[in-house]
Structure formats: C-alpha cells, structure tokens
C-alpha cells in the first residue's frame, strides 16, 4: 500500500500539486488520470523520490518514504518497478543488458541463472529473439514491454507507469494495458498508473484518482466515473466524440466489453 | 556571485555522490573499462595527429624565429622539446580534449538526463551519479598521462621530420638538441598537470551534463557550457599549477 497524505510541491514558488491526499491499494491498477499538465507526472515523479515534495507525507506501508535519506530510500527502491513515458532503456546496452542490469546491481546470482530469468522476463512480456538488438533498433511498443521487463526483473512490490501508451497504436495499447494489468495481478503489486487515456481507464483502472489544476478532484472505481457528478471530470471523459455522444443519447459503454 | 556560488555548491554536492561508495565494484570495473576505450583509446588518434603537426610547426617557427649565426643550431630541438613537455602535450592537448571528451560526456550525460535514463538508475536504487561519473574520472585519470606520453613522443618525431626534410636543421643536430640539457622533471610536471587536467575536463563536463534540464537544446547548450568552463579551468589551473610546480 502507498498512502500520500497532504502532498504540496511548487517549482521556483508555482504551485503544481495542492493537498493531495490518496490512497493506493495493492494488488490494484491504481490509475491517475487527469489532462496534459496537471500534475500527474509530478505526483508520480513525488511519489518514487524523483521530486522532492514541499510539503505532505508518502507512506510506502509503514515506513515514511519522503524523510528517507538516500540510502535508506534505496532499500525500498529496490522493490520498485518503473516504466517510464519514452520507455528509457539505456541506449548503449541490449535488450539482455537493459532487463539484466538490476540483477546485476543488486543480486549475488551466477550469470546462468540472470540470463534465465532475463530470458523468463522478456518471455512474459512477449519479446522473443531479441536479446543482442539495441533500443534504437526496436518499435515503440517492444521498447515498453523490455521497459516492462527490465521493471519486473526484480520481483518489485511497486510498479509505477508513466503514460504507458503514449505514442502508440491503439492495439498496441491494449497489450500494453493488458499486460500491466496480469503482471500486477500475478505478482500482487501495487501498481500506479499515470494516464489520459480514457480506453485505459475502462480497460485496466480499478482505482482512480482525478487530478486537475494540481488538486485531486475525484477517486472512485471506474463504474463510478461515468456516473460523476463533478463538472470537471464529466468534461474529462467525454471529451471523446463516441463517448460524448453515447452520454448526450443516455448510453453507457458496453460494460462487458471493458471491464477484464 | 551568487549563482557562481550556487553552481559551486552544486559541483561539490555532486562531487561527493560521485565518490560515495559504490555499489558492485564489479559492475564498475566493467564501466570503468568501456570507459578507457571509449574515452581513452579513442583519442589516441585526434591527439597523434595534432601532436605530429604541432612538433612540425613548432620546429619550423623556432628555425625561422631563430635565423642567426651566434645561435646553435641544435636549440630548435631544445626548444621543440620543451615547447612540447612544458605545455603542449599536457596544457594545448588537454584543451583539445576539453572539446572532444567533454563535449562527449556533457552530451552523453544530457541525452540520458532528457530521455530519464539517470531517473530509471535512480528509481532501481543506483547512484546514479556514481555509476555514470566516477569511471570516466578513473579512465580519464589513468588514461590521459599515456596521452600526454603519446602526445610527447608524436610531437618531438613531427619536429625531428619537418626540420630533417625542410633542411633547416640535420638529424644528429636536432637528436643532440633534445638530449642537451634535459630535465627529467619536465616530463612529471607535465604528467601532474595532466592529472589535474584530466579531473576537470571530466567532473566539469559531467556536472553540466548530469544536471541538464529541458530538451535537445539545453543538451547542446550544455555540451558547449562544457566545453567553455573547462577550458577556462584548464587555462586558470595551468597557472596555478606552473607556479606551484615550476618555481
């Protein structure tokens, strides 16, 4: 579980996040939604330590994360996943060094059992023969699923997604989404997702927290969100033209169809 | 001054993560031996042939400055070789490698800054600092005075070539010319100052580039601001250094 209890954070005196306040579960999608440049980056980013917070409490279980020094946070770092927006696999290593790399950092394992479970994670992610090719000589989608591998090559408790389908294909999308939802549910983490994707949010969230202008807005489950009566996040999610005009003719989304 | 202030307190902020207790220290091995081919053996060749033609330069100008029957001939080689011990190979190479290395790492470190690599080190529980930095300082370190060697020997040979087939100077003048009053402790001042240069060349850049923000742009601007302080640190240093060292 990780628990953010009245988080602050400004950039040269601008205020970004104003009294956020969420909780998120384990074993969860927990998903953060919100337009371009409200703040759910910076939340993420304040959540894993990559921003130091202002003001405000980060509780990863018991432990409080944000007075942590930078050797004590590595502890816990080291239970964290992450994939990031532009997927961030170091260019200069392959595919097999990128997902190998935390293994050999923090493990004391022979190199036969890395490559096995390198092989074992990049498997899962549905990544075959491509071990010795460099991230410059991949798609945009197999990038995210080694980012995905490299972030589960450690068996984390936390897995933390940065606009996990910015930039591609909607099918491509759905796999992507697809797969962080079995990976959360297969490993029991806590996964927080970082999205303005409306077909995520149907497909994958079960937790969701609206953020906008900095403050959250709304939390609630994603049945709940078609039914909201905050003006904000109704204009939100139907911005899309199909859900639109399935709210103004009183439809909803086909529940069967999006729930997993 | 405040902002100068400010960005030293950065640099020594930064320079105490990047000598923090690492990791694995296999792991940093592997790195610190990409890192002496990358940025080591790399720049044996820019720096042979700059040496080459620097030694052929310096020998003819100091024939032609020193056209004169009261002057013997053999100080062309004399002052090839000093020219070259005393500042060229250490101070002229290591400006050369403020604009080759340095640019490298700034833009190296920048591109991962911009496009969250260092991030992705940070959120695993890597220091991140650490890891990047403190291999190319060691590579540097270790690398840059068989540079300076390389540069030494190149530059006198590019001397002893241009002098010998120009005519301005006979080989047995110009072998006798370097051997004439030669100072052994020219070649460690030299190697000293390497040291140091080595160790601002990297830590500048690598500051400047750990600490981009925004985009390609700033990555760019970066790699120049590398360059610029370096250079300038170099040429204070060597200053400094000269009379610390020399006097």
């Not at chain 1, 969860?28 to 337009?35: C, V």
């Not at chain 1, 927006?85 to 990128?98: I, K, M, P, R, Y």
């Not at chain 2, 047995?172 to 040291?195: N, V």
Request: net charge negative.
């Amino acid at each position: 579980m990780i628990k953010v209890s009245h988080l602050n954070k400004s950039f040269n005196g601008q205020p970004v996040l104003s009294d956020v306040s969420v909780t998120f579960e384990p074993g969860k999608t927990n998903l953060i939604i919100g337009r371009s440049g409200s703040g759910k980056t910076v939340l993420l980013k304040s959540i894993v330590g990559l921003h130091e917070i202002d003001s405000g409490e980060i509780w990863y279980e018991d432990t409080l994360f944000n007075k942590l020094d930078f050797n004590s946070r590595k502890e816990i770092r080291k239970e964290m996943g992450m994939l990031f927006q532009g997927s961030a696999l170091f260019d200069s290593l392959t595919v097999e060094q990128n997902v190998r790399f935390p293994l050999d950092m923090f493990t004391d394992k022979s190199m036969e059992e890395k490559l096995d479970r390198v092989n074992f994670c990049l498997n899962r992610v549905d990544i075959h023969n491509a071990n010795k090719l460099f991230p410059s000589e991949l798609s945009g989608g197999m990038k995210k699923r080694v980012a995905i591998a490299r972030a589960i090559s450690l068996n984390p408790n936390y897995l933390f997604c940065d606009e996990p389908n910015s930039g591609l294909d909607p099918l491509t999308a759905i796999l992507i989404d697809d797969l962080i939802k079995e990976i959360t549910l297969e490993y029991n983490m806590t996964t927080i997702v970082n999205t303005h994707d409306m077909n995520s949010v149907m497909k994958i969230g079960e937790k969701i927290v609206f953020i906008s202008d900095g403050y959250k807005c709304w939390e609630g489950t994603k049945n709940e969100i078609l039914d909201s009566d905050c003006a904000i996040l109704n204009d939100f999610v139907f911005a899309n033209a199909l859900a639109g005009q399935l709210k103004k003719s009183k439809g909803k989304p086909d529940q069967s169809s999006t729930s997993s | 001054m405040f902002r100068f202030l400010t960005q030293l307190g950065n640099y020594v902020i930064l320079l105490k993560k990047v000598f923090s207790k690492p990791e694995k220290a296999h792991v940093y091995y592997k790195q610190t031996l990409h890192e002496l081919v990358y940025l080591g053996f790399n720049s044996v060749g820019i720096i042979t042939i700059i040496s080459f033609f620097m030694g052929a330069v310096i020998t003819l100008q100091t024939a032609y400055n020193t056209e004169n029957p009261i002057y013997p001939t053999y100080l062309i080689g004399l002052g090839c070789r000093d020219s070259i011990i005393l500042e060229f190979s250490s101070s002229v190479a290591a400006l050369i490698l403020a604009g080759k290395v340095g640019s490298n790492i700034a833009s190296e470190l920048g591109t991962m800054r911009v496009t969250e690599q260092i991030d992705a080190l940070e959120i695993m529980g890597v220091n991140s600092a650490s890891y990047l930095i403190l291999p190319k300082i060691i590579a540097t370190l270790l690398f840059n005075p068989f540079l300076t060697l390389i540069s030494i020997i190149v530059g006198i040979m590019g001397g002893w070539m241009a002098g010998t087939l120009s005519g301005v100077i006979t080989s047995e003048d110009f072998i006798y010319g370097i051997q004439y009053a030669f100072i052994p402790y020219y070649i460690t001042y030299s190697l000293i100052k390497t040291l140091f240069f080595a160790f601002i060349i990297t830590t500048v850049s690598s500051y400047h580039g750990y600490n981009v923000e925004g985009g390609s742009l700033e990555v760019g601007q970066a790699s120049t601001k590398a360059v610029v302080y370096s250079s300038v640190l170099i040429l204070l240093f060597n200053v400094i250094l000269t009379q610390l060292l020399l006097s």
